[in-house]
Nanobody, 124 residues
Framework: QVQLVESGGGLVQAGGSLRLSCVAS????????MGWFRQAPGKEREFVAT????????RYADSVKGRFTISRDNAKNTVYLQMNSLKPEDTAVYYC?????????????????WGQGTQVTVSS
């Protein structure tokens, strides 16, 4: 089992930046794919970004490409999401997730473990 705890959410004006963190605990010896997803009110949970164990491969949703950056520090069991040039449409609860497979994926059903989420609100 892996426990994931997100932090770093908050209220920011459009054009601003936030950095989300997700700390993993428990069975962290496995080499998990890590991903970020988000869910706005009344909408389905959607893919944001993902990264493999070695950080050699990343993938982003088109809506955040060029503005968001995913990274990880395996020594700290932490994955980050740097969010720049935030827009009101980025407002959502952001979730960290871990996948035990070897290939990155934007499919939320592939992920095995989820955090509780952190709220990001972008005002116009």
């Amino acid at each position: 089992q892996v426990q994931l705890v997100e932090s770093g959410g908050g209220l920011v004006q459009a054009g601003g930046s936030l950095r989300l963190s997700c700390v993993a605990s428990g069975r962290t010896s496995s080499r998990y794919i890590m991903g970020w997803f988000r869910q706005a009110p009344g909408k389905e949970r959607e893919f944001v970004a993902t990264i493999n164990w070695s950080s050699s491969t990343t993938r982003y949703a088109d809506s955040v490409k060029g503005r968001f950056t995913i990274s990880r520090d395996n020594a700290k069991n932490t994955v980050y999401l740097q969010m720049n040039s935030l827009k009101p449409e980025d407002t959502a609860v952001y979730y960290c997730a871990a996948d035990q497979s070897f290939l990155i994926s934007d499919n939320k059903y592939r992920y095995d473990y989820w955090g509780q989420g952190t709220q990001v609100t972008v005002s116009s």
